[in-house]
C-alpha cells in the first residue's frame, strides 16, 4: 500500500487533523487517492500560496531539491537535480493562487512558441524543458544557467563590466530581442536580473595595475534571456504599464501606448548599466523620471508631448501672458516632490559625459551615438534591433578584458589570478522582482 510521507513538525497539524488522515489512509483507493491529494495541497502551502519545501525533499520522484534560488510575487525558484536526465536544473514553483496560475499557463505558451521556433536555442533565449502541475503549483523547469548579469555585479561590488563584454552582451541581446519581435512578440521586462550567464565561472584579476584589490570577469559571455512572464503578442491586450521602472521607456510613462520599440529603450539603459555599473535612472517617481531623461538626453520634442494622455499632461506647464503661446515644458524643478528629489536630477549628467567618463577616443564616441539611436523619446524613430546590429560600434574588434585586465590576467602563476566557479552553497539573493532562475550553483557531489 502506498506509503504518506511523514508529517513535518512545521506543519503543526492538531490531532483531530491527523485522526482525520488515518480514516483516509484506510479508505477506499479512489476515494484516498482523491482526499490525500486535498490533504497535501492544503498543508503543502502557506497562507499566501507558496509552496513549503525542505532542502533534500523530492518535488514528484524526478527532482531532488538542492537550492533556493528566489523568492517573489510568482513565486519560487529552486535548484534542483533531474533523476531521470541526472542533470541539474531549475524549477520555477508558481504560488497556489488563481490569477498567478492563469500568469503562468500565459508564460508557458509563450515559452513553447519561443522554442518551437527556435529549438537550439541559438536566439539566447531561456529553454523551458518541461512543466507540470504538482499540488496546486505550476512548476517550470528550465536548463541550468549561471548568475544573473546583477547579480554578478552586486557580487563584483558593482565595478563595471569592460567595454568589450558590453559589446558582446549588447550583440546577444539585440539578436534575442530581435527574434522576440518577429514572433511579434514584445518582452517588456528587459533587465538585468534577467539576463543569466549561461556559465558561473569567472576569472579574478587586479582592478588596475599594482592594486592589491580584484575583480571578477566571466570566462564564458554567452547569456540567456528569461522571465517571459509579462511578454505579450502584439494582437493581446496591452496592459498600461509594463517593465521595471529604471528600464521604463517614456512612451509607457506618458500614457502614448507601446510597442516593440520599448524593448529598445530597455537595451539601453541596461547597457549604460553594464558600463557603469549604476542604474542610468534611478527613480521611482514618474516627474522626476523624465526631469533624469532630459538631463541625459535634451529636452523631451514637443511632437511626444503632444501626444501624452490627459493623465500624463499634469507632468508639463504652459506658459502664462506673453509666454501662452510657448510649447508645454516639464513642470520641473516647480513640480518636484522634494528637495532630495531636485538634487538627485541635478546629480544627473548627459549621456556623451557618463560614456566618456569610462571610454576614450573612437570607442567612446561610437557607444556614444550607438546609445543615442536606442535611447530616442520617439518610439519610431528608436534604432530596431536589425538596424542598431549594423551599427558601427559593432565593427570595432574589443577584448573581453580592460587593457590593464588582460596583461595582469597573462600572469598564470599570480596568486591573485584564478578561476572560479561559484558553489551552490553560496550566499544567494532573488532578483528585484524575483521573477526567475537566477542562478544555479554545481554541487560538488552528484545527488542520489
Known sequence: MHQSPPLRPDDKVSAPLRR?????????????????????????????????????????????????????????????????????????IIRNVQKYRDA???????????????????????????????????????????????????????????????????????????????????????????????????????????????????????????????????????????????????????????????????????????????ALFQTHENLEHLAMMEVVLGPIPKTVVARADAHAQKYFKKGEGFNRFLDPVLNWPDGAQSRESERAVRKMIELRSIVHARLQGVVAERFSDFLLQLLKFEPESRASPENALTHDFFELELASLDATEEVLSQNAHSPRAAVYSRSATGNQRASKQGTAPQSIGIPSAIPP
Open 104 to 278: 503562468a499557463k500565459i508564460e508557458i505558451d509563450v515559452l513553447k512558441t519561443v522554442q518551437k521556433n527556435d529549438p537550439t536555442g541559438k536566439f539566447n533565449c531561456i529553454k523551458m524543458q518541461t512543466w507540470f502541475d504538482y499540488r496546486g503549483h505550476i512548476c517550470m523547469v528550465f536548463e541550468k544557467c549561471g548568475l544573473s548579469l546583477f547579480d554578478f555585479l552586486r557580487k563584483n561590488h558593482y565595478r563595471p563590466f569592460s567595454v568589450g563584454l558590453v559589446q558582446q552582451y549588447a550583440r546577444q541581446l539585440l539578436h534575442a530581442v530581435a527574434f522576440l519581435h518577429t514572433l511579434k512578440l514584445v518582452h517588456t521586462d528587459l533587465k538585468p536580473e534577467n539576463i543569466l550567464l549561461l556559465s558561473s565561472a569567472y576569472q579574478r584579476v587586479p582592478v588596475s595595475s599594482g592594486s592589491k584589490f580584484t575583480k571578477r570577469v566571466p570566462m564564458d559571455p554567452t547569456i540567456r534571456l528569461i522571465d517571459f512572464g509579462s511578454a505579450t503578442f502584439e494582437h493581446q491586450h496591452h496592459s498600461s504599464v509594463v517593465s521595471t521602472r529604471h528600464y521604463r521607456a517614456p512612451e509607457v510613462i506618458l500614457g502614448m501606448g507601446w510597442s516593440y520599440p520599448c524593448d529598445i529603450w530597455s537595451i539601453g539603459c541596461i547597457l549604460v548599466e553594464l558600463l557603469t555599473g549604476d
Open 20 to 92: 482525520e488522515r488515518r480514516r483516509l489512509e484506510r479508505a477506499r483507493p479512489s476515494a484516498r487517492h482523491l482526499a490525500l491529494t486535498f490533504y497535501f495541497t492544503l498543508f503543502s502551502n502557506s497562507q499566501d500560496g507558496h509552496l513549503q519545501y525542505e532542502l533534500g525533499e523530492n518535488i514528484t520522484p524526478v527532482y531532488k531539491i538542492l537550492a533556493p534560488l528566489g523568492e517573489g510575487t510568482f513565486g519560487r525558484v529552486l535548484e534542483c537535480w533531474d533523476r531521470k536526465f541526472r542533470s541539474y536544473c531549475a524549477i520555477k
